[in-house]
């Protein structure tokens, strides 16, 4: 009998952000899909990297978010 996953992270927004695509893409998508907020697209992806057990998603979705936080720092200023 396979053991039944209990998936307790529910999303707010679906982001359409997927780990087969490439840099641009991603982030271009993701940002989109929050209407151009650089600081509620960066928390998403980190959300989405402290959840996954993926490594490649942890690893990329670590890297798009630390990507915004820079550029929401940098925009703020």
């Known amino acids: 009998m396979a053991k039944r996953v209990v998936k307790w992270f529910k999303p707010g927004k679906t982001t359409g952000w997927r780990k087969e695509d490439t840099q ?4 271009r998508v993701v940002l989109v899909s929050h209407k151009g907020n650089l600081l509620s697209t960066a928390r998403s992806l980190q959300s989405l990297s402290n959840v996954t057990t993926d490594t490649e998603t942890r690893r ?18």
């Open 24 to 27: 641009t893409q991603r982030r």
């Open 60 to 77: 990329k979705s670590h890297a798009d978010a630390q990507y915004f936080y820079a550029l929401y720092k940098k925009k703020k200023k």
